[in-house]
């Protein structure tokens, strides 16, 4: 790790020595500077779907529709400009979702009836958070603005399953009527709970790309990104209850722990994307 470290700093140090661009007088008929200034604020988008629509214009698509789309795993990503050329970055998402699905199912009873049923239910939860923060510098000449830098990313994902049943297991019903969630039936019985899978990871990425500004502080660009990414998937349980002949049996089993190295080039600040200046 530490000879990595060395070589993103000595990319990094390598483009400082660069020399950015003097602030041109650079303007739009209205007098509005057409390149982002001090004090700026950018906010970014997938450029795909707007281009999508664009080119559909001219195909005869029906029902052609746009919408705006995240960069970066489903994350907020913006930019504060601390000089003409040089700004620093951030990403966000703060992402939290409860699912619950139920499903009626025939009560179990001696004597079936269709018409007697009790309820089935699966809840789902997970958590995902998204940090991104970095420094970014610019040069080039015009409407071309280059820009590189680098950035560290942490990452926080957790997810837990619930299964309620409305039929138990018992020693008139070893294998009682169940709704099939999908995954909850096993070979030998079924799952009532898997919990506390948490997804921890950390990045550190140098980047550079390309703008091009269509108009006054909007730009459409690229980006290409290199760096390691390490990620732990911590330990979790599953539970699982069945009949073993004479009783109802809980059985809990961890989950053994997964990591996960790259180093590799990406493409992570999106596809190509829109950023809007203000």
């Known amino acids: 790790m ?5 070589v993103m700093i000595a990319v990094l140090g390598f483009g400082l020595t660069l020399h950015a661009q003097d602030k ?6 209205r007098g ?17 779907p707007f281009l999508n629509y664009m080119g559909n214009m001219f195909n005869g698509n029906v029902g052609n529709s746009v ?3 995240f960069i970066n795993n489903q994350a907020i990503v913006g930019k504060y400009y601390l000089a003409d ?4 970055r951030g990403e966000l998402r703060l992402g939290f979702n409860s699912v619950s699905n139920q499903e009626f199912i025939m009560k179990d009873l001696d004597v079936p009836d269709a018409d007697v049923l009790v309820t089935d239910k699966m809840k789902f939860n997970t958590t995902n958070v998204h940090l991104g923060a970095g420094y970014e510098m610019r040069r080039g000449h015009g409407r071309i603005q280059g820009y590189y830098g680098g950035m560290v990313t942490f990452q926080y994902s957790q997810n837990s ?25 096993t070979g030998t019985g079924r799952l009532t709970e898997i919990n506390n899978l948490t997804n921890i990871g950390v990045g550190l990425r140098a980047f550079v790309g390309v703008e091009y500004f269509l108009a006054p502080k909007l730009s459409l660009g690229g980006e290409f990104g290199w760096g390691p990414a390490f990620n732990v998937l911590t330990d979790g349980t599953r539970v699982e209850e069945r009949w073993t002949g004479t009783e109802v049996e809980v059985e809990i ?19 190509i994307f829109l950023i809007f200046h203000f």
């Open 32 to 48: 509005v500077y057409i390149l982002p200034e001090s004090g700026d604020i950018g906010l970014g988008f997938d450029a795909v």
């Open 24 to 29: 041109e007088d650079f303007m739009s008929k």
């Open 161 to 185: 399953t619930k299964y309620l049943y409305g039929n138990a297991i018992t020693s008139d019903f070893n294998t009682p009527n169940t709704t099939n969630f999908g995954g909850n039936i």
């Open 2 to 6: 530490k000879k990595i470290a060395i």
């Open 85 to 88: 050329d040089a700004a620093v």
């Open 253 to 271: 089993t961890d989950i053994a722990r997964d990591t996960d190295f790259d180093l590799d080039t990406d493409r992570a600040f999106g596809n």
């Open 67 to 69: 919408f705006t789309n």
